[in-house]
């Protein structure tokens, strides 16, 4: 089988500090100038002065077959998106070199180039050049791309009455026309919307049986499992384990989850300063406990210490369920009609929300904060996670006394309908079960 | 970044190689006829965008000109005494060439000078030629330039201005408008980039070229000797006098002329091969 990607000693090096790296003030760039001959002289043989290098990836080098299906984990800035940055040419790399054989498209730029103020029948030619499209190739799928976005009336409507959905629908539906042979999916960018992860999530599929290439770079354990065969991981920069999927991200989410006790802290405050952080993640039981383990019997409050720097109606705060297994669910602030949504004003406030009693399992869990500016971008989205242990003592029955299977363990009513022999039909009563008529 | 697109020996699909960029990059001019599609669609956006957002739409493209014209020959040539430099040139007409070109260097300026550090949302998330972006901003101020045109057109026939035979040069002499408009849009969209402070220089770069472009005095006006050679730098002068000749028949070109479009030349290909080294980092600066 041939090679459709291959990344031989890649890397790719910021300069913290340097003005070339970053925007900077022409006086600045003027003062350099000036000051550094004066620097060069004062540190006579060390020239860079107080630049420090920050090498986002590292000698990274390996190859994809073509037809393979790739997965990239790896903790928040461990340089998964520095690496499909590189490969769909936004960034240039320092050293190294990637060879790429077909045509590349990347689902890490839905929507992208789309202008309110034009028409839907203008943004699909528009979009459609921007990621590389003839427009001979454009008016060819233009039917398909409009019968897959089930927006066909409102084709000559601006973009900017569109809905939400509707947006997103359009979008992708013009990428998912690009047919790439190689194929980047960066699901860190594919914000919120769940209907439209599980549409790109299926679409995804759908190309990899087709025998495309694809990398995918996810925070979804879960999916990164069901969809690829191969997994890589890259911490720090660097590749440190490739293999089949089932291994490396079993061994990665142990590792995550601190084998040596639970984690009750977030490393350091998520988010961007300059709109919103969350600077604390807890979960409080009924006596006021916040260290596991938790008795799933109990009314388990999780609270996230959020801080507000710029005001925006359009945050969500919220977390993801974790388990061993990956993502369990996931809830925002917002879930409920508008009216019902806890204000989240400037400055630090606590939001708090009431897990349902009696349907943890006998596990340790993992509470993985999330925030996001609804459909715009993510603030806070990767593996940062609090941990904590959890026993099973909400089911009264003796049979329960049995570790049960599955990320949770909810205690569901049951009944039972029939032709009972030897009893009135009066015999359902009380309890989640009906008594077991006496033989 | 170097890249290099050729056909496989095995395979039918096209290899690509990535590959750090070493000293200065080339043009990549191929890439970008490549990518000519994309140039139209984000021109053509540029324009629809610009005259679906305006109430007036169109009508700013004649108002603008023709309010600039009527407040110069006021105060220029009624109170200043400022004239045309030729006998049967009216000043109207005179000015109103001169801000013929004039606005499409200006607009070209104030929306290209941008256009980069606005297309961050594409620069960081998808490929493409990154001239492209300027380019585009600076064909987008050609309608216009066209309407402006044809009020030109209108306004000679008024005055009664007939146009000579060396109109059939006047599209050089867009060309040349275009070339020297690209040519500072490309140094000033790749360094507002680097330096946020090129936000606050545009408007006054624009405003200090103005008064050192002959667009509401002759350039019969200027002292002749090293004076003339130093205004003659600007490329401006070169375009403003070309349209004045062939629109007007005033003073052909001479070598005071081919300076300034040399100076054309050097900003222009000094601004490709400028925008092109420091496109590199746009995507991690911007």
Same mark, same amino acid.
């Given at each position: 089988?041939?090679?459709?990607?291959?990344?031989?000693?890649?890397?790719?090096?910021?300069?913290?500090?340097?003005?070339?790296?970053?925007?900077?003030?022409?006086?600045?760039?003027?003062?350099?100038?000036?000051?550094?001959?004066?620097?060069?002289?004062?540190?006579?043989?060390?020239?860079?002065?107080?630049?420090?290098?920050?090498?986002?990836?590292?000698?990274?080098?390996?190859?994809?077959?073509?037809?393979?299906?790739?997965?990239?984990?790896?903790?928040?800035?461990?340089?998964?998106?520095?690496?499909?940055?590189?490969?769909?040419?936004?960034?240039?790399?320092?050293?190294?070199?990637?060879?790429?054989?077909?045509?590349?498209?990347?689902?890490?730029?839905?929507?992208?180039?789309?202008?309110?103020?034009?028409?839907?029948?203008?943004?699909?030619?528009?979009?459609?050049?921007?990621?590389?499209?003839?427009?001979?190739?454009?008016?060819?799928?233009?039917?398909?791309?409009?019968?897959?976005?089930?927006?066909?009336?409102?084709?000559?409507?601006?973009?900017?009455?569109?809905?939400?959905?509707?947006?997103?629908?359009?979008?992708?539906?013009?990428?998912?026309?690009?047919?790439?042979?190689?194929?980047?999916?960066?699901?860190?960018?594919?914000?919120?919307?769940?209907?439209?992860?599980?549409?790109?999530?299926?679409?995804?599929?759908?190309?990899?049986?087709?025998?495309?290439?694809?990398?995918?770079?996810?925070?979804?354990?879960?999916?990164?499992?069901?969809?690829?065969?191969?997994?890589?991981?890259?911490?720090?920069?660097?590749?440190?384990?490739?293999?089949?999927?089932?291994?490396?991200?079993?061994?990665?989410?142990?590792?995550?989850?601190?084998?040596?006790?639970?984690?009750?802290?977030?490393?350091?405050?998520?988010?961007?300063?300059?709109?919103?952080?969350?600077?604390?993640?807890?979960?409080?039981?009924?006596?006021?406990?916040?260290?596991?383990?938790?008795?799933?019997?109990?009314?388990?409050?999780?609270?996230?210490?959020?801080?507000?720097?710029?005001?925006?109606?359009?945050?969500?705060?919220?977390?993801?369920?974790?388990?061993?297994?990956?993502?369990?669910?996931?809830?925002?602030?917002?879930?409920?009609?508008?009216?019902?949504?806890?204000?989240?004003?400037?400055?630090?406030?606590?939001?708090?929300?009431?897990?349902?009693?009696?349907?943890?399992?006998?596990?340790?869990?993992?509470?993985?904060?999330?925030?996001?500016?609804?459909?715009?971008?993510?603030?806070?989205?990767?593996?940062?996670?609090?941990?904590?242990?959890?026993?099973?003592?909400?089911?009264?029955?003796?049979?329960?006394?049995?570790?049960?299977?599955?990320?949770?363990?909810?205690?569901?009513?049951?009944?039972?309908?029939?032709?009972?022999?030897?009893?009135?039909?009066?015999?359902?009563?009380?309890?989640?079960?009906?008594?077991?008529?006496?033989? | 970044?170097?890249?290099?697109?050729?056909?496989?020996?095995?395979?039918?699909?096209?290899?690509?190689?990535?590959?750090?960029?070493?000293?200065?990059?080339?043009?990549?001019?191929?890439?970008?006829?490549?990518?000519?599609?994309?140039?139209?669609?984000?021109?053509?956006?540029?324009? &629809? $965008?610009?005259?679906?957002? +305006? #109430? @007036? %739409?169109? !009508?700013?493209?004649? *108002?603008?000109?023709?309010?600039?014209? =009527? /407040?110069?020959?006021?105060?220029?040539?009624?109170?200043?005494?400022?004239?045309?430099?030729?006998?049967?040139?009216?000043?109207?007409?005179?000015?109103?060439?001169?801000?013929?070109?004039?606005?499409?260097?200006?607009?070209?300026?104030?929306?290209?000078?941008?256009?980069?550090?606005?297309?961050?949302?594409?620069?960081?998330?998808?490929?493409?030629?990154? &001239? $492209?972006?300027?380019?585009? +901003? #600076? @064909? %987008?101020? !050609?309608?216009?330039? *066209?309407?402006?045109?044809?009020?030109? =057109? /209108?306004?000679?026939?008024?005055?009664?201005?007939?146009?000579?035979?060396?109109?059939?040069?006047?599209?050089?002499?867009?060309?040349?408008?275009?070339?020297?408009?690209?040519?500072?849009?490309?140094?000033?969209?790749?360094?507002?980039?680097?330096?946020?402070?090129?936000?606050?220089?545009?408007?006054?770069?624009?405003?200090?070229?103005?008064?050192?472009?002959? $667009?509401?005095?002759?350039?019969?006006?200027?002292?002749?000797?090293?004076?003339?050679?130093?205004?003659?730098?600007?490329?401006?002068?070169?375009?403003?006098?070309?349209?004045?000749?062939?629109?007007?028949?005033?003073?052909?070109?001479?070598?005071?002329?081919?300076?300034?479009?040399?100076?054309?030349?050097?900003?222009?290909?000094?601004?490709?091969?400028?925008?092109?080294?420091?496109?590199?980092?746009?995507?991690?600066?911007?």
């Amino acid at each position: 089988m041939s090679t459709a990607i291959s990344i031989a000693g890649l890397g790719k090096r910021y300069l913290i500090g340097a003005s070339r790296e970053r925007a900077g003030t022409l006086r600045d760039a003027i003062t350099n100038v000036a000051v550094a001959p004066v620097r060069r002289l004062r540190h006579a043989g060390s020239s860079t002065g107080h630049v420090t290098e920050h090498w986002a990836l590292r000698d990274v080098s390996f190859d994809v077959a073509s037809g393979q299906v790739i997965g990239v984990i790896g903790r928040n800035g461990a340089g998964k998106s520095t690496l499909l940055k590189i490969l769909s040419r936004i960034t240039e790399p320092t050293t190294g070199r990637v060879t790429l054989q077909g045509r590349v498209g990347s689902l890490l730029e839905v929507g992208t180039g789309f202008h309110p103020e034009l028409s839907g029948r203008e943004n699909i030619y528009l979009n459609g050049a921007i990621l590389g499209m003839t427009r001979a190739e454009i008016s060819r799928k233009f039917d398909d791309i409009v019968d897959f976005s089930e927006i066909a009336e409102f084709l000559d409507t601006p973009v900017k009455r569109y809905s939400t959905g509707m947006f997103v629908r359009l979008a992708f539906a013009v990428a998912a026309h690009l047919e790439p042979e190689i194929l980047l999916v960066d699901e860190v960018l594919s914000v919120g919307d769940l209907g439209f992860q599980r549409k790109c999530l299926g679409q995804m599929e759908e190309i990899a049986g087709s025998g495309r290439t694809v990398m995918f770079v996810s925070h979804n354990m879960a999916a990164v499992r069901n969809l690829c065969t191969r997994v890589v991981e890259i911490d720090e920069g660097r590749v440190v384990a490739d293999g089949p999927s089932d291994d490396i991200v079993q061994a990665y989410i142990a590792r995550q989850m601190a084998m040596d006790g639970a984690v009750l802290h977030l490393p350091h405050p998520l988010g961007d300063p300059e709109e919103l952080l969350v600077t604390a993640v807890r979960v409080v039981d009924e006596q006021g406990r916040t260290e596991g383990p938790f008795h799933s019997s109990e009314q388990l409050v999780v609270e996230i210490d959020v801080d507000v720097a710029r005001e925006n109606a359009a945050y969500q705060v919220g977390f993801d369920l974790l388990s061993g297994d990956g993502l369990i669910f996931r809830t925002w602030h917002t879930d409920g009609p508008p009216e019902e949504w806890p204000p989240l004003k400037l400055g630090r406030s606590t939001l708090r929300c009431r897990l349902p009693v009696g349907i943890l399992n006998e596990l340790r869990y993992g509470i993985a904060p999330r925030a996001d500016v609804y459909s715009s971008h993510w603030l806070v989205h990767g593996d940062d996670a609090i941990w904590f242990d959890v026993v099973k003592d909400h089911k009264d029955s003796p049979f329960s006394w049995a570790w049960s299977p599955g990320a949770l363990a909810p205690l569901l009513e049951w009944s039972s309908a029939g032709e009972l022999k030897g009893e009135s039909a009066s015999a359902s009563q009380g309890g989640l079960w009906t008594t077991p008529p006496a033989l | 970044m170097t890249t290099d697109v050729q056909t496989a020996h095995a395979a039918e699909a096209p290899q690509l190689v990535i590959e750090p960029t070493k000293g200065w990059a080339k043009l990549g001019l191929r890439e970008l006829w490549q990518y000519r599609e994309l140039l139209y669609f984000l021109t053509w956006r540029n324009i &629809l $965008v610009r005259y679906k957002q +305006a #109430v @007036l %739409g169109v !009508l700013w493209a004649v *108002l603008n000109p023709v309010i600039t014209m =009527v /407040v110069f020959t006021l105060v220029f040539n009624r109170l200043l005494g400022v004239g045309s430099g030729s006998d049967g040139v009216p000043y109207a007409v005179f000015t109103f060439t001169g801000l013929l070109p004039w606005n499409l260097f200006a607009g070209s300026l104030s929306s290209a000078g941008s256009s980069v550090v606005g297309s961050a949302n594409l620069i960081t998330r998808v490929y493409f030629p990154r &001239l $492209v972006i300027p380019s585009s +901003a #600076v @064909l %987008g101020t !050609l309608p216009d330039f *066209l309407i402006a045109f044809v009020v030109l =057109v /209108v306004l000679m026939g008024v005055y009664q201005v007939a146009p000579t035979w060396h109109v059939v040069f006047l599209p050089f002499f867009v060309l040349l408008a275009l070339t020297a408009a690209l040519g500072a849009s490309l140094w000033l969209s790749a360094l507002y980039v680097l330096y946020r402070d090129v936000q606050y220089i545009i408007p006054f770069l624009v405003q200090l070229w103005f008064f050192l472009t002959p $667009v509401f005095y002759p350039t019969s006006n200027i002292p002749s000797g090293w004076p003339s050679v130093v205004y003659n730098l600007n490329p401006m002068t070169g375009v403003v006098g070309g349209f004045r000749w062939a629109l007007l028949g005033q003073q052909p070109p001479g070598s005071m002329f081919w300076l300034s479009v040399a100076m054309t030349l050097v900003v222009f290909i000094g601004g490709l091969y400028y925008f092109r080294r420091m496109e590199r980092v746009f995507a991690d600066v911007v």
